[in-house]
């Protein structure tokens, strides 16, 4: 009968100190975030809206246009997107037109409402040096019944507050290839590239350049080389706002004719961009 008073005071003596020790185990650390990618984190949702305005010479302001793009994080390493602007489509930001053209069929909108595409990003490589791989399907003209198939990357290599952005594709035409013989919707290559400084916390600034090819079946009397300048300020972590002023064809695989017939390539072939992105 004595064993029972002696396991209950020992009980007691054990109990507070065995739940000491437990209170003094550190608790588990939480998951790192995965390092910085180029698709968005599950169930994040991001909104860019870019307007286009041609400023060509003698072209200025025709056209003008409103594209939206809305992406969303499936997963972390997938992002699907439903895209208007031709940054989205191409890489580059020297054109207007694409989205919901608001200037009407006299200053150089075909229609209102004539591109749409989908894409889909996957996610193979994190850090310093950021990779992606997708493409998607492309109305290039809803009018015209050209659809194309992209396919392509996103690639960024940052080097402290340097970054160098390269996203190469190819577009090809599905459909309307050929009309009474003539190649209409073409094939194409887009080597966007854009090295950037960031200056400050908040705001970037990029000089950007790359090879278009529009038709890669007559590749050596269309290829064109832009030029152009880039910024964005982000605003908060999950808003950002930008512009860009880009020379669409600085150099090109055709020769300007005499005057007084309209060039073909040089300074006066210019875009300016502008745009808002949140993420929700």
Same mark, same amino acid.
């Given at each position: 009968?004595?064993? @029972? *008073?002696?396991?209950?005071?020992?009980?007691?003596?054990?109990?507070? !100190?065995?739940?000491? !020790? %437990?209170?003094?185990?550190?608790?588990?650390? *939480?998951?790192?975030?995965?390092?910085?990618?180029?698709?968005?984190? !599950?169930?994040?949702? =991001?909104? !860019?809206? =870019?307007?286009?305005?041609?400023?060509?010479?003698?072209?200025?302001?025709?056209?003008?246009?409103?594209?939206?793009?809305?992406?969303?994080?499936?997963? *972390?390493?997938?992002?699907?997107?439903?895209?208007?602007?031709?940054? %989205?489509?191409?890489? @580059?930001?020297?054109?207007?037109?694409?989205?919901?053209?608001?200037?009407?069929?006299?200053?150089?909108?075909?229609?209102?409402?004539d591109n749409v595409g989908a894409e889909a990003w996957y996610s193979v490589a994190r850090g310093p040096t950021a990779v992606a791989v997708g493409g998607g399907v492309h109305a290039i003209s809803l009018d015209g019944g050209f659809y194309d198939l992209k396919v392509g990357a996103k690639l960024r290599h940052a080097m402290?507050? $340097?970054?160098?952005?390269?996203?190469?594709?190819?577009?090809?035409?599905?459909?309307?290839?050929?009309?009474?013989? %003539?190649?209409?919707?073409?094939?194409? $290559?887009w080597v966007p590239v854009l090295a950037t400084y960031k200056a400050t916390p908040e705001l970037t600034v990029g000089l950007g350049t790359g090879l278009k090819i529009v038709d890669l079946s007559a590749a050596g009397d269309s290829w064109e080389v832009s030029l152009g300048a880039v910024g964005t300020y982000a605003i908060d972590p999950t808003t950002t706002v930008g512009a860009s002023w880009i020379f669409g064809k600085v150099l090109a695989g055709v020769d300007n004719p005499p005057d007084p017939a309209p060039a073909v390539k040089g300074l006066d072939f210019r875009g300016l961009q502008v745009w808002g992105a949140k993420t929700f």
């Open positions: 009968m004595k064993s @029972f *008073p002696v396991a209950i005071a020992l009980a007691a003596i054990i109990t507070p !100190a065995l739940t000491a !020790a %437990a209170d003094d185990e550190p608790a588990a650390a *939480p998951s790192a975030p995965p390092p910085p990618g180029l698709t968005l984190p !599950a169930g994040k949702i =991001n909104v !860019a809206v =870019n307007v286009e305005v041609n400023m060509s010479a003698d072209k200025v302001g025709k056209p003008i246009s409103i594209a939206p793009d809305v992406s969303y994080g499936v997963t *972390p390493d997938l992002t699907v997107a439903v895209v208007h602007s031709l940054y %989205a489509l191409t890489g @580059f930001r020297a054109k207007a037109g694409a989205g919901i053209c608001v200037t009407g069929t006299d200053n150089g909108c075909p229609n209102v409402y402290g507050k $340097l970054g160098v952005h390269v996203m190469p594709s190819v577009l090809v035409a599905v459909t309307e290839r050929e009309v009474a013989g %003539a190649r209409v919707n073409k094939d194409s $290559l």
